[in-house]
């Protein structure tokens, strides 16, 4: 195993101190595992609050700022944090207007996000919930009842973030959120396995002239496996893909993404073939993002996130961002 880490059992709580270092503006407390803004709570505004399983960076925690999450919750490696983190989490940005949870469609941040959901209103927190579904890849995964929640978790966050820094009532916030989420749709492929600090080797084989299509973000298999394709192969079935399950009827964000170990080199090659197969099928381009934001640790690979906006939603990504991984406008 070749990892930049002392053991596997302090992975998480080793990089969230050296997160607390270079990033002055959250509270990162390490011991309970929540990253807040420091100015929160923030009077008059919804706090949001996210989490996971760690392995994805920069989700969640790369996200908190003004413009996005009030607070985010890791959990240990592709493991969902659990209900006293989002508790604390919770009652630390609540400013008076309520929280919003934005939860991935994974079977344990389901469960403990509606424990948490339960235990912070029992502290007189009001709340709301989200649940994050758009992976069209398959249904009924390893990990999930139903579709996985995957790159369209970074547009609900950003998009919900910036009408709650806009001071819009919980139930807007919400409904924002859901919005988003109905609207988007992803669809990811692996061109190589992912490695997990505890296991140190592959979580499964996939030799180097083939990729898996339909991958999730824990390395779960795809719907296929095929021979190695080109870029220009891969952008095609990934537009039809989506695009089969869900046809836009207007403008889309488009969120081409890394799984964490192809570098930007490829990544922006790839979005070039991402922009020819949706013009060629005629959908418009609102906005494109590309870069590595919903990783899986080491993996190769990229996912393709398209979702649809109208003027409202376009000018709520626009809007002013400010987090470790995502700034613009300030």
Same mark, same amino acid.
């Given at each position: 195993?070749?990892?930049?880490?002392?053991?596997?059992?302090?992975?998480?709580?080793?990089?969230?101190?050296?997160?607390?270092?270079?990033?002055p503006e959250l509270t990162v407390d390490v011991e309970n595992r929540v990253i807040v803004r420091r100015d929160a709570p923030v009077a008059g505004k919804v706090g949001i609050?996210?989490?996971?399983?760690?392995?994805?960076?920069?989700?969640?925690?790369?996200?908190?700022?003004?413009?996005?999450?009030?607070? /985010?919750?890791?959990?240990?490696?592709?493991?969902?944090?659990?209900?006293?983190?989002?508790?604390?989490?919770?009652?630390?940005?609540?400013?008076?207007?309520?929280?919003?949870?934005?939860?991935?469609?994974?079977?344990?941040?389901?469960?403990?996000?509606?424990?948490?959901? #339960?235990?912070?209103?029992?502290?007189?927190?009001?709340?709301?919930?989200?649940?994050?579904?758009?992976?069209?890849?398959?249904?009924?995964?390893?990990?999930?009842?139903?579709?996985?929640?995957?790159?369209?978790?970074?547009?609900?966050?950003?998009?919900?973030?910036?009408?709650? #820094?806009?001071?819009?009532?919980?139930?807007?916030?919400?409904?924002?959120?859901?919005?988003?989420?109905?609207?988007?749709?992803?669809?990811?492929?692996?061109?190589?396995?992912?490695?997990?600090?505890?296991?140190?080797?592959?979580?499964?084989?996939?030799?180097s002239d083939e990729l898996e299509l339909g991958i999730g973000i824990h390395g779960e298999p795809g719907r296929e496996r095929r021979p190695m394709m080109t870029s220009h192969?891969?952008?095609?079935?990934?537009?039809?893909?989506?695009?089969?399950?869900?046809?836009?009827?207007?403008?889309?964000?488009?969120?081409?993404?890394?799984?964490?170990?192809?570098?930007?080199?490829?990544?922006?090659?790839?979005?070039?073939?991402?922009?020819?197969?949706?013009?060629?099928?005629?959908? /418009?381009?609102?906005?494109?993002?590309?870069?590595?934001?919903?990783?899986?640790?080491?993996?190769?690979?990229?996912?393709?996130?398209?979702?649809?906006?109208?003027?409202?939603?376009?000018?709520?990504?626009?809007?002013?961002?400010?987090?470790?991984?995502?700034?613009?406008?300030?």
């Open positions: 195993m070749r990892m930049l880490i002392n053991v596997p059992e302090t992975v998480v709580d080793d990089a969230l101190r050296g997160m607390a270092s270079a990033h609050v996210s989490g996971g399983g760690s392995g994805h960076e920069p989700l969640h925690g790369g996200f908190v700022g003004p413009g996005m999450l009030a607070a /985010a919750c890791p959990g240990e490696v592709f493991t969902s944090p659990v209900p006293d983190q989002m508790v604390r989490a919770a009652l630390a940005v609540d400013g008076g207007e309520g929280v919003l949870f934005v939860v991935k469609n994974y079977t344990g941040d389901v469960l403990n996000f509606e424990m948490a959901a #339960e235990l912070a209103e029992e502290e007189g927190v009001r709340l709301e919930r989200v649940l994050v579904n758009d992976d069209v890849a398959v249904i009924d995964s390893l990990f999930t009842a139903g579709r996985r929640g995957t790159g369209a978790t970074l547009f609900v966050e950003k998009i919900a973030g910036a009408a709650a #820094e806009a001071g819009a009532p919980l139930a807007e916030v919400a409904a924002v959120a859901r919005r988003v989420n109905e609207g988007s749709r992803s669809f990811g492929v692996a061109l190589s396995a992912v490695t997990t600090p505890a296991k140190g080797t592959p979580t499964f084989d996939l030799p192969e891969i952008a095609d079935f990934v537009v039809h893909a989506v695009l089969e399950d869900r046809r836009p009827t207007g403008p889309v964000l488009v969120l081409v993404n890394g799984m964490g170990a192809t570098p930007l080199l490829e990544l922006y090659g790839f979005n070039a073939e991402v922009q020819r197969a949706l013009a060629e099928r005629g959908v /418009a381009v609102a906005r494109t993002l590309v870069g590595n934001y919903v990783t899986s640790l080491d993996m190769a690979g990229c996912s393709v996130t398209l979702c649809q906006v109208d003027e409202e939603l376009l000018r709520l990504w626009d809007a002013p961002v400010q987090t470790a991984a995502l700034r613009w406008g300030r």
